[in-house]
């Protein structure tokens, strides 16, 4: 995909509907007795991957135009699969699929793509195993396919045991996992972690039925703790428009000059919302208007327009509530007057690709002064872009954020691997076009 300078951006956008929040809506669905209907999903690669693995368990799911319905057979209806689970490129199907399946009364196999399949996963395999469960690496080095065995017969009720698990990342992946393994233990489950990681499993799961509560720490630690559950039932989510992809046309807006873009209905849950708060700290004008609550989660309207950008610090408590958009602000950084500093974000080596290394070397290839460091990257801004080839590595992240920064910079960049996009957002290129002057 070449991407071009532009003159100006104007116009209204829908982004797609959030991606966590999509993929958990159809697991918890089909957990549930009766029907869930959801509206605004986002029909991305990645949701895909978790519909076709719950279809695989015997769970009708319609997926219509203008709403899916997940026809839940409650928590103990999933049937044995005919075949290997495939997980595709979608971590968050892997990891919270696998708390669900540790405690079914059949065995499974997961497998995905080359990039998912050297994803860590013994930061799931732990804890699951110190909660009874069989489950274990193929390839013994860690990563999917994973083998998840279950001693029981069918019929049986399965019971893993209730732990408190101290997890060493903030990751509402590996949270998430121990939370529905928790749906099938014996006793209270929690999680403590060092801070708060993204929570719609909390907010969705109590909304199902199910008891989660949250304690916030001092020192800004956070445990989570899940009660048995008989049953969860059926529910209409409709999902808000995902900060992540918004997050494209933030920048965008705030990059190009003569901009100003009306981005609707986003998710600004505090646990996702950590790029507003970076955007206000480099001087963007972004209006918050329309806000509401929508299935249990905050929304505005955000209205952006051109901005001066300064650097700054990101670093700490705020990181998980920004882990995905690092590679947009980071071009943003670039473009932006002065040093700007990421720090403590070591996560993101073991993203869809090592989004350090992915993003410096893009950034480098336009002409940005860039320092990779151990857990993170320190950006030297206020140089001219120019265009540049991008190699996305099929990490759609990093596709959408040099498209971004192509429209800034000076002359063509070309993308390479464009259609990774399809993972969260098939229709960006598209509605990139309509935007344009
Ligand atoms: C996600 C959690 C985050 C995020 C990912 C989606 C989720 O991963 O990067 O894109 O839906 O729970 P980690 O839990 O690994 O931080």
Same mark, same amino acid.
């Given at each position: 995909m070449e991407i071009k300078?532009?003159?100006?951006? &104007?116009?209204?956008?829908c982004v797609p509907g959030d991606k966590s929040?999509?993929? &958990?809506?159809?697991?918890?669905?089909?957990?549930?007795?009766?029907?869930?209907?959801?509206?605004?999903?986002?029909?991305g690669a990645d949701c895909l991957s978790t519909i076709g693995c719950f279809r695989?368990?015997?769970?009708?799911?319609?997926? &219509?135009?203008?709403?899916?319905?997940?026809?839940?057979?409650?928590?103990?209806?999933?049937?044995?699969?005919?075949?290997?689970?495939d997980v595709g490129n979608s971590g968050t199907t892997t990891r919270l699929i696998s708390g669900i399946l540790s405690g079914q009364p059949?065995?499974?196999?997961l497998s995905g793509d080359a990039s998912l399949n050297s994803r860590p996963m013994k930061r799931i395999m732990e804890p699951l195993q110190l909660m009874g469960a069989d489950i274990e690496s193929k390839s013994g080095n860690g990563c999917a396919p994973l083998i998840i065995n279950s001693h029981l017969k069918n019929g049986d009720k399965p019971s893993l045991t209730g732990i408190h698990y101290h997890s060493k990342v903030a990751s509402a992946q590996v949270k998430s996992a121990i939370l529905l393994a928790g749906l099938y233990a014996d006793g209270i489950t929690k999680v403590t972690e060092p801070v708060l990681s993204r929570n719609h499993t909390e907010l969705m799961l109590n909304g199902f039925g199910a008891q989660i509560t949250t304690k916030i720490h001092d020192d800004s630690s956070a445990t989570i703790a899940i009660a048995p559950c008989e049953e969860l039932f059926g529910q209409n989510i409709h999902v808000p428009g995902d900060i992540s992809s918004a997050a494209y046309f933030i920048a965008a807006g705030l990059l190009v000059p003569d901009s100003e873009l009306l981005i609707k209905n986003v998710g600004i849950n505090p646990t996702r919302a950590g790029i507003l708060e970076v955007c206000k700290a480099m001087g963007a004008d972004?209006?918050?208007?329309?806000e509401k609550t929508d299935s249990g989660e905050p929304t505005a309207d955000l209205l952006v327009?051109?901005?001066t950008l300064h650097g700054t610090t990101i670093e700490g408590a705020i990181i998980p509530t920004l882990i995905d958009e690092i590679p947009m602000i980071a071009v943003m950084a670039a473009f932006a007057e002065g040093t700007t500093v990421i720090k403590d974000a070591a996560e993101l080596k073991v993203k869809e690709t090592d989004r350090i290394q992915t993003t410096c070397e893009g950034l480098r290839a336009m002409g940005t002064d860039i320092i990779p460091t151990e857990d993170g990257m320190i950006i030297h801004g206020g140089k001219a872009l120019h265009g540049g080839i991008i190699n996305s590595y099929l990490d759609h992240r990093i596709a959408m954020a040099f498209a971004i920064a192509g429209l800034a910079a000076d002359g063509i960049t070309t993308i390479e691997n464009s259609q990774c996009v399809d993972v969260s957002y098939p229709d960006f290129f598209e509605t990139l076009k309509r935007i344009q002057l």
């Amino acid at each position: 995909m070449e991407i071009k300078a532009t003159k100006g951006l &104007r116009g209204e956008i829908c982004v797609p509907g959030d991606k966590s929040i999509s993929h &958990r809506s159809i697991m918890f669905g089909a957990l549930a007795k009766g029907t869930t209907e959801i509206t605004h999903f986002l029909q991305g690669a990645d949701c895909l991957s978790t519909i076709g693995c719950f279809r695989e368990m015997g769970i009708e799911i319609e997926n &219509r135009p203008e709403k899916i319905l997940v026809h839940g057979k409650g928590l103990h209806g999933l049937s044995s699969p005919s075949t290997i689970l495939d997980v595709g490129n979608s971590g968050t199907t892997t990891r919270l699929i696998s708390g669900i399946l540790s405690g079914q009364p059949f065995p499974t196999i997961l497998s995905g793509d080359a990039s998912l399949n050297s994803r860590p996963m013994k930061r799931i395999m732990e804890p699951l195993q110190l909660m009874g469960a069989d489950i274990e690496s193929k390839s013994g080095n860690g990563c999917a396919p994973l083998i998840i065995n279950s001693h029981l017969k069918n019929g049986d009720k399965p019971s893993l045991t209730g732990i408190h698990y101290h997890s060493k990342v903030a990751s509402a992946q590996v949270k998430s996992a121990i939370l529905l393994a928790g749906l099938y233990a014996d006793g209270i489950t929690k999680v403590t972690e060092p801070v708060l990681s993204r929570n719609h499993t909390e907010l969705m799961l109590n909304g199902f039925g199910a008891q989660i509560t949250t304690k916030i720490h001092d020192d800004s630690s956070a445990t989570i703790a899940i009660a048995p559950c008989e049953e969860l039932f059926g529910q209409n989510i409709h999902v808000p428009g995902d900060i992540s992809s918004a997050a494209y046309f933030i920048a965008a807006g705030l990059l190009v000059p003569d901009s100003e873009l009306l981005i609707k209905n986003v998710g600004i849950n505090p646990t996702r919302a950590g790029i507003l708060e970076v955007c206000k700290a480099m001087g963007a004008d972004i209006t918050y208007l329309n806000e509401k609550t929508d299935s249990g989660e905050p929304t505005a309207d955000l209205l952006v327009k051109t901005s001066t950008l300064h650097g700054t610090t990101i670093e700490g408590a705020i990181i998980p509530t920004l882990i995905d958009e690092i590679p947009m602000i980071a071009v943003m950084a670039a473009f932006a007057e002065g040093t700007t500093v990421i720090k403590d974000a070591a996560e993101l080596k073991v993203k869809e690709t090592d989004r350090i290394q992915t993003t410096c070397e893009g950034l480098r290839a336009m002409g940005t002064d860039i320092i990779p460091t151990e857990d993170g990257m320190i950006i030297h801004g206020g140089k001219a872009l120019h265009g540049g080839i991008i190699n996305s590595y099929l990490d759609h992240r990093i596709a959408m954020a040099f498209a971004i920064a192509g429209l800034a910079a000076d002359g063509i960049t070309t993308i390479e691997n464009s259609q990774c996009v399809d993972v969260s957002y098939p229709d960006f290129f598209e509605t990139l076009k309509r935007i344009q002057l």
